[in-house]
């Protein structure tokens, strides 16, 4: 079962990485790539030992280092990969740790997979969309930006959840 947490580790060491490529460049890059690392360090502490709240306090350091590095004008495409791939870390390590809490769980590793399969297609939609969003100029008024931003999460909820309905029949 701890061969399921190598996607996590994974997944961490990624958001690392991205994080730390987009601050590197920048002022005062030194002590941000130490936040960064102690933020891995951190991370993959709170993975190791089962920590789910040190585990949401690593992903919202993430979460302020995304967003402090967009405000600081450095590149958003890092900090879009960094952010989704600490998004992703954060819940497959949670719902690796809610899987395991329970005794008996008839298809645990099916279970399992299709989770991460799931989340990975999730993750390729959200980097098309970054992408989208950071080459498309489109000057919208406030209404009109809030109704496609309403369409796009209906339509992704549905391709998430298309696939966990049939799997349920």
Do not use: C
Not at 33 to 53: K, P, Q, T
Not at 88 to 97: E, I, K, P
Not at 148 to 169: D, F, H, K, Y
Request: charged share 10%.
């Amino acid at each position: 079962m701890k061969l399921f947490y190598l996607p996590t580790l994974a997944f961490v060491a990624a958001s690392t990485l991205a994080l730390g490529t987009a601050y590197s460049t920048g002022p005062n890059a030194l002590l941000w790539l130490l936040v960064i690392g102690a933020g891995l360090v951190f991370w993959l502490l709170a993975e190791w030992r089962g920590w789910s709240l040190m585990a949401g306090t690593a992903l919202l350091l993430s979460l302020f280092l995304a967003a402090n590095g967009i405000a600081s004008e450095h590149r958003p495409l890092w900090m879009s990969i960094g952010l989704l791939a600490a998004l992703s870390a954060w819940l497959l390590g949670d719902t690796f740790r809610r899987v395991n809490a329970v005794e008996n769980v008839e298809g645990r590793s099916e279970m399992l997979r299709a989770a991460l399969i799931r989340l990975l297609i999730l993750d390729a939609v959200g980097l098309a969309l970054t992408v989208t969003a950071l080459t498309v100029r489109l000057r919208l008024a406030f209404f009109p930006a809030l109704a496609i931003g309403v369409l796009l999460i209906v339509l992704l909820n549905r391709l998430l959840v298309a696939p966990r309905r049939e799997q349920s029949n």
